[in-house]
């Protein structure tokens, strides 16, 4: 096949030399470079995933400064003053423990009761006729001795009333009275009590 040949004209400037046609050539795409691009884009694509799934890493916790206290330095009034208070816990327990104790034994103890006059068998003393013509009067406290019977089996004035003549009719009065006994864990035993025994003149 011939091609067409083209005539040049020498007077026609250089410029105006039409350049000669150009063959339009197709470039093919590569098939390498097509694998290559989507190799990248995969591994793109997997870098992506892995690091977003990777562990979440917890901050450092923070560092706190450690202060050194200096030793306290003890006194010999320091190591008194300890042995003073353990000595004083130490008494107040064996206190306690003694009054428990205390407490313990009057609870398991049976109640012991005092001589008591009996109302019905207790007469009033006689007054004396001298003490009350003079207005005489007052209180006679007696100190008796009483059986585990109930009577009386000494009598002896504690505080005098003033009058000689009362005194004196209490304690005879006291011999006629009856007293309901004592008592220690259930049974009936001697005691002594102070009766007061009172006067009074008539107005």
Do not use: C
């Not at 008194?80 to 064996?94: F, G, I, L, P």
């Not at 008591?116 to 001298?130: M, Q």
């Amino acid at each position: 096949m011939s091609t067409p040949s083209q005539t040049i004209d020498p007077n026609r400037p250089e410029h105006e030399v039409p350049a000669p046609e150009a063959t339009a050539v197709e470039a093919a795409p590569s098939r390498n470079g097509l694998w290559l691009l989507m190799l990248l884009l995969a591994a793109t694509f997997m870098g992506w995933y892995f690091y977003g799934k990777r562990p979440a890493v917890a901050p450092p916790a923070p560092i706190h400064p450690v202060v050194t206290l200096p030793p306290v330095e003890r006194t010999p009034a320091d190591g008194a003053a300890d042995a003073n208070a353990a000595t004083a816990s130490r008494q107040a327990a064996v206190a306690k423990a003694k009054a428990a104790a205390h407490r313990k034994a009057l609870a398991a103890k049976p109640r012991a009761t005092d001589a008591r006059p009996i109302a019905s068998r207790s007469p009033e003393p006689r007054y004396p006729v001298a003490a009350l013509r003079r207005g005489e009067g007052g209180t006679v406290v007696l100190r008796v001795n009483v059986g585990a019977d109930g009577v009386p089996d000494d009598i002896a004035v504690s505080r005098r009333s003033g009058s000689r003549d009362l005194d004196r009719a209490a304690m005879l009065a006291m011999r006629d009275w009856r007293f309901k006994p004592a008592t220690r864990n259930g049974r009936e035993v001697a005691s002594v009590v102070e009766q007061p025994v009172e006067f009074r003149p008539a107005q």
